[in-house]
Nanobody, 120 residues
Framework: QVQLVESGGGLVQAGGSLRLSCAASGRIISIRTMAWYRQAPGKQRELVADITRGGTTDYTDSVKGRFTISRDDAKNTVYLQMSSLKPEDTAVYYC??????????????WGQGTQVTVSS
């Protein structure tokens, strides 16, 4: 079993910054793709950013140039540095990881979610 623990959410004024962290623990051989999603009230969950094991990143257009995803494989942790935050960034942020748990098997896990609120 694998557990994901998120931290770093909170309330911030528009233009401010926050850094989210998501640490994985448990039966892990290696972690493949790590990602952050978000879900605002009344909206579908959307992919914000992801990063492959090789370090390739991708971002949704609305956060390009403002958010940076990174990972520390020694700590099994993914980060999301968020800058120039806007009220429309307000959402619950979830980390998602694809973990290799066996020679030919992978499993997907979600974090519990952390609230990010940006005031205008």
């Amino acid at each position: 079993q694998v557990q994901l623990v998120e931290s770093g959410g909170g309330l911030v004024q528009a233009g401010g910054s926050l850094r989210l962290s998501c640490a994985a623990s448990g039966r892990i051989i290696s972690i493949r793709t790590m990602a952050w999603y978000r879900q605002a009230p009344g909206k579908q969950r959307e992919l914000v950013a992801d990063i492959t094991r090789g370090g390739t990143t991708d971002y949704t257009d609305s956060v390009k140039g403002r958010f940076t995803i990174s990972r520390d494989d020694a700590k099994n942790t993914v980060y999301l540095q968020m800058s120039s935050l806007k009220p429309e960034d307000t959402a619950v942020y979830y980390c998602h990881v694809t973990i290799r748990v066996g020679p030919l098997s992978s499993e997907n896990y979600w974090g519990q979610g952390t609230q990010v609120t940006v005031s205008s």
